[in-house]
Each structure stands twice: as structure tokens, then as C-alpha cells.
């Protein structure tokens, strides 16, 4: 060997000291077993989870999908007959930032929040306003361990068929653009509009 400086290999990391272990895990399992199960028992007859709305996955690749969301929108409550505030207090869940893009996620998660309150029993908070028909309803009231109203089923695909002289007659990308120009444009027409109204009523009074 030539004079070269000799390798010191820095293996004394006293790894033994810094290991973390996790033993605590089939506790930690059992206790958040036991807490859901208070839960349950605490709040029964209500259902375990808020009912949420149905929603289509995002992007491309993921939106023929169907999930649950976050919380109900406004215009969804709204068309339901309810408000907001008393949506909280019945076991829906509200999301303030969500909003309605198509009129089928509007009439699906409205017609699911009609489904729910068809079901919903709300008692008086004090045993003593209770009648005997709301206390009955009260014992016999099954807990829900999910949702109560359970999502849509899925659309069965189409089957495939052959494309017909209309429909290649159709031009997808013209009709966009111009639905997309007429969407972007709309303001300006609405203004140009009413101004040619003003200048011809003013003509008129001349």
C-alpha cells in the first residue's frame, strides 16, 4: 500500500438510543375501539355519521366516479326547505366554499336530502314534552352505523352501437367554442344591448 491516509468508517451511531418502538399499538387499538362504542351508545338512537352528499370524483381520469363529499351546498338546502342553521342541528353536514356546477349534482343531493328528513324523527329535548307516539318512535328508532341515505347507484355503461348520420353531422368542438364564447362574451352583450336600447329611446324624444 502507498502512504495514503487510513479509512475511518463512522459506524457508532448509537442507533439503540434513538429507535423508536411501538409497542403502545395494539392498545391504542382497543381503546379507540372502546371509544367508538361509547360514542355509539351515547348519542343512539342518532345515526353514527353526518349525511353528506353525493359527488363526482375531480379530474378526467376519476370523475365518472361517484363519492362522498364534504357537506351540502346552499342552493341544495335551499331546494330541500331548509335552512343552513337547522341543517347542523339535524345530522347534515353544510359546506360553506362548495358550490353546484350542473343541475344533475343539485337534483341528486336535494332529492337525497329529502329522503332523510322523510325519515327524521326530532324529539323534544326534555322527556316531558314528549307525546306517547314520539316516545314509542323513540325506543323502536334503529341506530344507523353509515349513511342513512346510501349513495346513487352507478349509470350501467351504454351499450355500444353505431353512429348515426346526425350525430356525425355534430360538430363537438364548434358547439363548445361557441358555447364558451357566448359564456365569456355575455356581460359585454347584455351592456351593448342596453346601451343601443338608451340611444334609440333618446332619438325617439328627440
Given amino acids: 500500500m502507498q502512504n495514503k491516509q487510513l479509512p475511518n468508517v463512522h459506524l457508532r451511531k448509537e442507533w439503540d438510543l434513538r429507535v423508536r418502538t411501538w409497542f403502545n399499538q395494539p392498545g391504542r387499538k382497543l381503546r379507540r375501539r372502546n371509544a367508538r362504542v361509547a360514542k355509539a351508545a351515547k348519542i343512539a338512537p342518532r345515526p353514527l355519521e353526518l349525511l353528506r352528499p353525493a359527488v363526482r370524483c375531480p379530474t378526467v381520469k376519476y370523475n365518472r366516479k361517484t363519492r362522498i363529499g364534504r357537506g ?110 357566448a359564456y365569456k362574451s355575455h356581460g359585454i352583450a347584455q351592456k351593448r344591448k342596453a346601451e343601443l336600447k338608451e340611444k334609440k329611446a333618446n332619438s325617439v324624444k328627440k
Fill in 72 to 181: 351540502f351546498t346552499l342552493e341544495e338546502l335551499k331546494a330541500a326547505g331548509i335552512s343552513a342553521k337547522y341543517a347542523t342541528t339535524v345530522g347534515i353536514a353544510v359546506d360553506y366554499r362548495r358550490h353546484n356546477r350542473s343541475e344533475e349534482s343539485l337534483a341528486i343531493n336535494t332529492q337525497r336530502l329529502k329522503d332523510y328528513l322523510a325519515q327524521l324523527i326530532v324529539l323534544p329535548t326534555k322527556a316531558k314534552q314528549r307525546t306517547s307516539e314520539q316516545t314509542q318512535a323513540y325506543r323502536q328508532a334503529v341506530q344507523v352505523p353509515g349513511q342513512v341515505v346510501p349513495l346513487p347507484a352507478a349509470a350501467a355503461p351504454e351499450a355500444p352501437r353505431a353512429v348515426t348520420a346526425e350525430e356525425k353531422k355534430v360538430q363537438a368542438f364548434v358547439t363548445l367554442r361557441q358555447a364558451r364564447g
